[in-house]
């Protein structure tokens, strides 16, 4: 634990956590490590997995660092849009709200919005692309999470 963080995965390309009802992953400004990114997208649909079975809902926070010196290669978006779309049911009862830090926050809101334009879904969750800390902790914070979904 660091700094009140569980840490779930530790690698030299990245840092998967959870902090006060946050899932947050810090990628590293380092180069695509296949391996890496393969055990990060085991572990990230594992979590989600099990925050639904434990009807734990939480908010994702994704600190891309800077973008343009760890961009990974076509298929690794292939892999990672497949990872959401298995868990896509769960992420829209189980996942609060998205935000995704980094300095090309332009880059990726435009893509977001395009992907969103031809193929949109009625459960999308808030989602906030930014460069600004502040940003991020305002949005994060004001989210309160929503439990109507597992009364007790």
Not at 70 to 86: C, G, H
Not at 123 to 135: A, G, K, S, V, W
Request: aromatic residues 12%; hydrophobic residues 35%; glycine residues 2%.
């Amino acid at each position: 634990m660091l700094n009140n963080k569980t840490v779930i995965l530790n690698r030299p390309t990245l840092t998967m956590y959870v902090h006060d009802n946050t899932l947050g992953v810090d990628l590293m400004d380092t180069k695509y490590d296949e391996e890496g990114f393969n055990e990060f997208l085991s572990y990230f649909k594992n979590t989600w997995i099990l925050f639904n079975k434990n009807k734990e809902i939480y908010k994702l926070f994704i600190n891309l660092g800077k973008a343009d010196d760890n961009e990974l290669p076509l298929f690794a978006y292939m892999s990672l849009l497949k990872t959401i779309l298995d868990i896509n049911d769960i992420l829209k009862t189980n996942c609060h709200c998205i935000c995704i830090l980094t300095e090309g926050h332009k880059k990726w809101r435009d893509m977001y919005n395009l992907l969103t334009r031809l193929w949109s879904t009625k459960d999308q969750r808030p989602i906030l692309f930014t460069d600004n800390i502040e940003e991020k902790n305002k949005f994060i914070n004001s989210n309160e999470l929503i439990t109507e979904k597992y009364p007790n």
